[in-house]
């Protein structure tokens, strides 16, 4: 088990700036995470809704969960865990962990089920950077910030040389950056905030350029995941 690296809050190099300020402080996730259910949805301009599934998020990790947990290597970042189930679950798994999350209903649910979480964005400054083994993108985390190429940038700085990258791609083809805000389906939204949706073609096509090399893909339980592996020169 590799040693976890230390809680120093300094970085080795300079963050990627943020291009978004933190979306998931809206009401209805936070409400929906203390519920531990939903209904919650991203919900574009133009009506568009994606469903969020919150009791699956609230629960223990799941087989396809543990499928991308058991690739992972060394120690673990786990960014924008959400309820903490993966941080859980990778602790399980025998890994040092910590999840980082700009929802403080997020933290706070880590906390209790006894993991190690910060309120924090991944384009703010972060322990241990260029030191960790593995980062998750999971939950369509890929996402964050509507920008796959500063989000795939920042993840490199984070990572260890050769380290891994497990993200969980949209099940099918997309690529598209657009806007969306947290939806109760009852009429109350939270702020609007620029995301994205990949499927693995287009993750692939993203990461390629910036040095990431395919490491592994596979489907479970419907969901999809692609490992990458972060150039050991960049």
């Given at each position: 088990?590799?040693?976890?690296?230390?809680?120093?809050?300094?970085?080795?190099?300079?963050?990627?700036a943020a291009p978004v300020?933190?979306?998931?402080?809206?009401?209805?996730?936070?409400?929906?995470?203390?519920?531990?259910?939903?209904?919650?949805?991203?919900?574009?301009?133009?009506?568009?809704?994606?469903?969020?599934?919150?009791?699956?998020?609230?629960?223990?990790?799941?087989?396809?969960?543990?499928?991308?947990?058991?690739?992972?290597?060394?120690?673990?970042?786990?960014?924008?865990?959400?309820?903490?189930?993966?941080?859980?679950?990778?602790?399980?798994?025998?890994?040092?962990?910590?999840?980082?999350?700009?929802?403080?209903?997020?933290?706070?649910?880590?906390?209790?089920?006894?993991?190690?979480?910060?309120?924090?964005?991944?384009?703010?400054?972060?322990?241990?950077?260029?030191?960790?083994?593995?980062?998750?993108?999971?939950?369509?985390?890929?996402?964050?910030?509507?920008?796959?190429?500063?989000?795939?940038?920042?993840?490199?700085?984070?990572?260890?040389?050769?380290g891994l990258l497990i993200?969980?791609?949209?099940?099918?083809?997309?690529?598209?950056?657009?806007?969306?805000?947290?939806?109760?389906?009852?009429?109350?939204?939270?702020?609007?905030?620029?995301?994205?949706?990949?499927?693995?073609?287009?993750?692939?096509?993203?990461?390629?350029?910036l040095g990431w090399s395919?490491?592994?893909?596979?489907?479970?339980?419907?969901?999809?995941?692609?490992?990458?592996?972060?150039?050991?020169?960049?």
């Amino acid at each position: 088990m590799s040693t976890a690296p230390p809680d120093t809050g300094h970085s080795r190099t300079a963050p990627v700036a943020a291009p978004v300020a933190a979306p998931w402080r809206a009401d209805p996730y936070t409400e929906a995470l203390r519920k531990g259910h939903g209904p919650l949805f991203l919900r574009r301009g133009d009506g568009w809704l994606l469903p969020l599934d919150v009791e699956r998020w609230c629960a223990r990790a799941d087989a396809a969960d543990l499928s991308a947990l058991r690739r992972c290597e060394g120690s673990v970042l786990d960014i924008g865990c959400g309820p903490g189930r993966l941080v859980a679950g990778a602790a399980a798994e025998g890994h040092r962990v910590l999840g980082v999350d700009v929802s403080q209903a997020a933290v706070e649910h880590t906390l209790r089920l006894g993991g190690s979480a910060l309120l924090r964005s991944v384009f703010d400054a972060l322990p241990g950077e260029g030191r960790w083994g593995t980062a998750l993108l999971m939950d369509g985390n890929v996402g964050i910030g509507g920008d796959p190429a500063a989000l795939l940038t920042r993840v490199a700085q984070l990572l260890a040389p050769g380290g891994l990258l497990i993200a969980e791609a949209a099940p099918m083809d997309v690529d598209e950056r657009v806007e969306v805000h947290v939806d109760d389906g009852r009429g109350t939204p939270g702020e609007v905030f620029p995301w994205a949706r990949l499927g693995a073609p287009a993750l692939l096509r993203h990461a390629r350029p910036l040095g990431w090399s395919p490491a592994d893909q596979w489907t479970a339980s419907g969901r999809s995941f692609l490992a990458l592996r972060r150039a050991r020169r960049t």
